[in-house]
């Protein structure tokens, strides 16, 4: 047995989170920690993306019936995951941490990495500000937490950047006592690596490299958030009354309740042939990197928020749940790189956002300016590179 730590990744089991995750593996096993992902049989990544992480996979005993996806399905199905799985994943550490003291006395811990956007919260006063943190009231944040975060855990990582969150990284600091890194974006620390669920389709690239430059709306909900059919006529709509090309992704369940090809409207097809692209998966980072790529109408769930960022493409914010409310609204109030999209799809907004004018100028100016932040964060002087030394060391530290 090797005498490297090794740190113990455990995902929750969907996209969102497993994504980040991994990237989380691929930026501590640089640092010469040893990685192993505890993942759940349902939703579980592929190790043959990942040959250098040990998996294991814990049995969860989720029902057929449990994993079609709504809201109420998720809590309950983490709920299943959080019983079924404890046993096991207890098991499976006591054996780590006994064949570590009989073959190599070196020294393992686990610590409790989150990597979600969460405050504690009180329970009341949904509309009065929530103090030192304008401009949020209590009904924009996410789901209710306490302080079981600071709790449980000897630190805290957080995938975002100091620039980005500075004041509320720095209340977040004072709140948790205990030490945070925030040693993101993960996507740009991380070498890359395949850690989609679903296969992307990659001719959208080679679609996206006929199109001029910043012209191009891409139109992705995430993984999980779905759609009803009047919403998916409407964005439809929205998407011809552009008049600018679009690449959309229609995941297979992404319209509620359909199993069936989405309707779309009459002539729909004819204005795919003149200027769209749908797929079922995109290679998103690789889409959001494309020069043709001029604005992203998403859900803003936070890794597509950052990728997003990352690249300097200004945001059409339509958030569904939890942490994406809050996020969208650091996207079009703070930091300026966005705007809410109204109800109906709005073609003002996809305009605004794609065409030139003096709104979207200033936006893409400030995005640009993110971008740039970005790319500071991660060079070696950088913030959130900086950061990532404290964490290597602050492991390296640790004693079981
Ligand atoms: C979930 C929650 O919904 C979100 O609120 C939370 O912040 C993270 O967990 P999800 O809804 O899937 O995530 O959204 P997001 O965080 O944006 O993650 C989606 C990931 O899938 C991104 O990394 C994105 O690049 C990837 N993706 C999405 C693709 O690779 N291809 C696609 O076509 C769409």
């Not at 930026?27 to 993942?39: M, N, W």
């Not at 924009?140 to 079981?148: F, G």
């Not at 004041?167 to 996507?187: A, E, N, Q």
Request: some cysteine; charged content about 20%; proline content about 6%.
């Amino acid at each position: 047995m090797s005498c490297r730590r090794c740190v113990v990744l455990v995902p929750a089991p969907y996209q969102g989170h497993i994504t980040p995750m991994l990237q989380l593996g691929g930026i501590l096993q640089s640092r010469g920690f040893s990685i192993v992902v505890a993942h759940t049989e349902y939703n579980a990544p592929d190790p043959l993306n990942h040959s250098s992480f040990a998996f294991l996979p814990l049995p969860d005993e989720v029902a057929e019936c449990d994993k079609a996806f709504s809201f109420t399905n998720v809590v309950n199905l983490l709920d299943t995951i959080n019983i079924n799985c404890k046993l096991p994943f207890k098991d499976y550490l006591v054996q780590l941490m006994e064949n570590v003291e009989l073959h190599s006395r070196a020294h393992y811990s686990v610590i409790d990495l989150r990597s979600e956007n969460c405050l504690p919260l009180p329970e009341c006063q949904m509309e009065e500000p929530v103090p030192d943190f304008y401009p949020f009231k209590f009904r924009d944040m996410p789901v209710p937490l306490t302080n079981e975060i600071s709790d449980k855990s000897c630190a805290i990582i957080w995938n975002t950047l100091d620039e980005l969150e500075h004041h509320h990284l720095s209340i977040i600091m004072k709140d948790f006592h205990v030490p945070i890194f925030s040693i993101g974006p993960f996507h740009k620390m991380a070498p890359m690596s395949k850690t989609s669920l679903i296969e992307e389709d990659n001719n959208c690239i080679e679609w996206l490299d006929k199109q001029a430059p910043n012209s191009v709306l891409y139109v992705s909900l995430g993984s999980i958030t779905s759609i009803n059919e009047k919403e998916l006529i409407e964005t439809a709509w929205g998407l011809i009354g552009s008049e600018q090309p679009f690449l959309w992704v229609i995941r297979d369940n992404s319209v509620n309740g359909a199993d069936f090809n989405p309707q779309l409207p009459d002539g729909f097809e004819e204005i795919i042939g003149e200027r769209g692209c749908i797929v079922k998966w995109a290679p998103q980072k690789k889409v959001l990197g494309h020069s043709a790529v001029g604005g992203f109408w998403t859900h803003c769930g936070w890794n597509s928020t950052l990728e997003s960022i990352s690249e300097g493409v200004p945001m059409i914010c339509r958030p569904d749940f939890g942490d994406q409310l809050i996020n969208a609204k650091y996207v079009t109030d703070i930091w300026n790189v966005g705007l809410e999209m109204g109800s109906p799809v709005d073609r003002e907004n996809v305009e605004k956002i794609l065409m030139v004018g003096v709104e979207a100028k200033n936006m893409r100016k400030k995005a640009a300016d993110m971008k740039h932040k970005v790319q500071n964060s991660v060079k070696e002087e950088g913030a959130s590179f900086q950061c990532l030394n404290k964490l290597t060391e602050f492991i390296s530290m640790l004693s079981s």
